[in-house]
């Protein structure tokens, strides 16, 4: 039989070189290259290297693994990686998996994991307070991600707006049912709508103003001409921090919009929720109490390890109205306690205890840590925004948060000059940077996603474009 455990000696010896191994990772992550060349034999020929018809050698295995890591990967924990928002994960949080992974807290039922439950409870509790919705109506779940979050929002929406879609499904409503975004919102908004089975067709991606955000008279309009036609509109999911532009929605006018046609108003605040924990930036969210729902990504600005999504919501009643199944087979020692099971709450059963990076990296720092961070990753921001002026790169985005569109603006017409530039960039093994269209322009994107991005890094990252565009 195999052992699963392995022998004590064994296991402190594999504990002591994967900690060394890890350390070296993440005290030299700068002195690797940020992007290497894509290379799918080689991968490929990495993952399939050993069959499994003989047991490897468990340290060989381990470290087959992290060379595999190291090689063939973007390195997003990378000071030189100006991404996706992918973060450098904190050292708590890193911490945090590996206890999850021991421990193995099993999520779905409250009292299976008493301590678990109340840890993601009073975090939703206590960024649902910071994003101003009232204590006492607070609720909400981790998910998986951004994504899950929206599906939640839309299923949500979906259930306040027709009570009767948990049992007669849409085919039951007699009515299209309609909701709205920018044309600036992830796509995981448009993902949600056909997931629901709602289709393609339910989603209005509303035009954006100059500055890449949703134009409200324009919301206004379409929904207006959607009621005439006999459609149902029962969703606005604004975005704040688009993922490529990182436009923030004018939620005040849309928050009144959708007060005015009784819509759903959900708030896609995956990156740029962090704004609130930081006083400079926090008005720039105004507005964002007055929605239903709120996306939030903690495995992005707030930098803990993949994935850790939060959907929060002002609707006490909402997820259960929308998730809710009896199933007799589950523990019901807290039964008669008031408590909540996630497993009623919420489209993932079993549950991993996804909250524990971010209440380890808080507990480690604080709010004070985070709003420090935040405006480090700003002022970043700012000064890469600063040089690229300086050096007479045009910006093509409009935002306070820490992203730049910007291209040559004289070779705005040339449809490949970004693509050309960003390549120079990604092989110089320094930094990874990306291309995003905005209008009919190409622009190099650029986001401070790393918090231990210092201004050597960023002066670095103008040195690599000005010989990328000398070349
Ligand atoms: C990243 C992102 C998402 C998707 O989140 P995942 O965690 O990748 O599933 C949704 N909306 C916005 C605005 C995002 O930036």
Request: charge should be negative; charged fraction near 20%.
């Amino acid at each position: 039989m195999a052992h699963f455990d392995l022998e004590a000696a064994e296991r402190a010896a594999l504990w002591q070189y994967l900690t060394r191994e890890l350390e070296q990772y993440y005290a030299n992550t700068s002195t690797l290259p940020a992007a290497p060349a894509l290379d799918k034999t080689g991968a490929a020929a990495m993952a399939e290297k050993y069959s499994f018809d003989q047991p490897a050698p468990p340290r060989e295995a381990v470290a087959h693994v992290i060379e595999g890591l190291s090689r063939y990967a973007v390195h997003t924990p990378h000071p030189g990686y100006y991404g996706l928002f992918n973060p450098r994960p904190t050292f708590p949080g890193i911490l945090a998996d590996t206890l999850v992974a021991a421990f193995n807290p099993q999520m779905a039922a409250w009292s299976h994991n008493p301590f678990a439950n109340e840890v993601e409870s009073y975090l939703i509790r206590e960024f649902g307070q910071r994003f101003g919705y009232p204590e006492n109506s607070i609720d909400g779940v981790f998910a998986s991600g951004g994504t899950e979050a929206n599906l939640t929002a839309v299923l949500c929406a979906l259930n306040r707006h027709f009570p009767d879609y948990a049992n007669v499904g849409l085919q039951g409503l007699g009515k299209q049912p309609v909701l709205y975004c920018s044309a600036e919102a992830h796509h995981s908004i448009i993902r949600s709508a056909r997931v629901a089975g709602l289709g393609l067709k339910a989603v209005r991606a509303i035009p954006v103003d100059d500055s890449q955000r949703l134009n409200a008279r324009l919301l206004s309009t379409q929904i207006e001409s959607d009621l005439q036609q006999g459609l149902s509109p029962f969703l606005i999911a604004a975005t704040a921090g688009a993922t490529g532009v990182g436009a923030i929605d004018p939620l005040p006018d849309i928050a009144a919009i959708a007060l005015k046609h009784n819509l759903w108003l959900h708030v896609d605040a995956a990156y740029g929720g962090a704004a609130i924990l930081y006083p400079e930036m926090k008005p720039l969210l105004a507005g964002i109490e007055r929605s239903h729902s709120i996306t939030f990504d903690a495995h992005k600005w707030l930098s803990v390890p993949m994935g850790a999504g939060m959907f929060i919501t002002r609707e006490k009643d909402i997820l259960s109205q929308s998730f809710r199944i009896t199933a007799d087979y589950m523990p019901k020692e807290a039964s008669t306690m008031a408590v909540t099971d996630p497993f009623t709450h919420s489209i993932q059963w079993s549950r991993r205890f996804i909250g524990l990076k971010l209440y380890l990296s808080l507990l480690f720092f604080g709010w004070e840590g985070y709003a420090q961070t935040v405006r480090h990753q700003t002022q970043m921001g700012r000064l890469l925004k600063k040089l690229l002026r300086d050096n007479g790169w045009k910006l093509y985005n409009d935002t306070e948060l820490p992203i730049a569109c910007f291209m040559d603006p004289a070779f705005e017409q040339d449809e490949h000059y970004a693509q050309r530039l960003c390549e120079k960039v990604l092989q110089s093994g320094r930094a990874w940077i990306s291309v995003y269209r905005i209008g009919k322009v190409n622009t190099l994107r650029a986001c401070i996603t790393n918090y231990a991005t210092e201004e050597k890094d960023v002066r670095e990252l103008l040195g690599l474009l000005e010989e990328a565009r000398s070349r």
